[in-house]
């Protein structure tokens, strides 16, 4: 299983809602990732889990609140958000540093914020 | 600042051309670097990747160049097929998780 199983794949909220993103992989992979990307755009780094703690918190506003509840699992829960925030949220995981091995991308989760 | 670019965002080739798509880098502290291919709906996919201590390597039908001299990175795709069409991003690693990408060019590939 090569994987990276994001839910949901489409997702829309209002601004006083609160949500959360989901990202599953069982490749046995210690480091997992959020990042934002915005239309025509790059993915932008948003947070950083390795063996299950915070590692980077790339400066994010506190209304996207990540979670890694255990090696496989990560949630990215939203609230008041803006509808700036409206992107493709990425889910990703490796092996052990991103700049080591190889990245697996969920497909994201298109996030409309109305 | 650090900063990873591309001088062209949009290519379109012939199939069964060779495709070559350019990536210029300022951090010289960059040790490794990546390819993605993005497609249309989903994430990015890892093509390949280089080190610094290299300046060519090759995967199937895809090779990546490195030269640290100015700096530039490039993905040459041998006999580009419709199914190469996508959004190709560079991006360099300094160490550690942080993964900076580039703008990103999009691939167009006429039958």
């Known amino acids: 299983d090569t994987e990276v199983t994001q839910t949901p794949k489409h997702l829309v909220m209002g601004m006083t809602n609160k949500k959360s993103l989901k990202c599953e992989q069982h490749?046995?992979?210690?480091?997992m990732y959020w990042y934002k990307q915005k239309a025509k755009k790059p993915p932008e780094l948003m947070f950083v889990?390795?063996?299950?703690?915070?590692?980077i918190n790339e400066s994010v506003p506190s209304r996207f609140s990540p979670e890694c509840p255990n090696s496989s699992l990560l949630n990215l829960h939203l609230h008041a958000l803006q509808p700036e925030d409206s992107a493709l949220y990425l889910c990703?995981?490796?092996?052990?540093?991103?700049?080591?091995?190889?990245?697996?991308f969920g497909q994201g989760t298109r996030l409309t914020v109305v | 600042g650090e900063s990873v670019g591309l001088h062209l965002p949009t290519l379109s080739v012939q199939e069964g051309d060779n495709s070559i798509i350019n990536c210029a880098y300022s951090?010289?502290?960059?040790?490794?670097f990546i390819w993605y291919k993005q497609e249309s709906g989903k994430g990015p996919q890892f093509i390949i990747d280089?080190?610094?201590?290299?300046d060519k390597r090759q995967g199937q039908r895809v090779t990546v160049l490195l030269n640290k001299t100015v700096k530039h990175l490039s993905l040459q795709i041998a006999a580009t097929q419709p199914g190469d069409s996508a959004v190709y991003f560079c991006?360099?690693?300094?160490?550690?998780?942080?993964?900076?990408f580039g703008a990103g060019t999009r691939l167009f590939v006429k039958a």
């Open positions: 280089i080190r610094s201590n290299m």
């Open positions: 889990y390795s063996y299950e703690k915070l590692s």
């Open positions: 951090n010289s502290a960059s040790d490794y």
């Open positions: 490749m046995g992979h210690r480091a």
């Open positions: 990703a995981s490796s092996q052990e540093e991103l700049g080591s091995t190889e990245a697996f």
């Open positions: 991006a360099e690693n300094t160490g550690g998780f942080k993964t900076i």
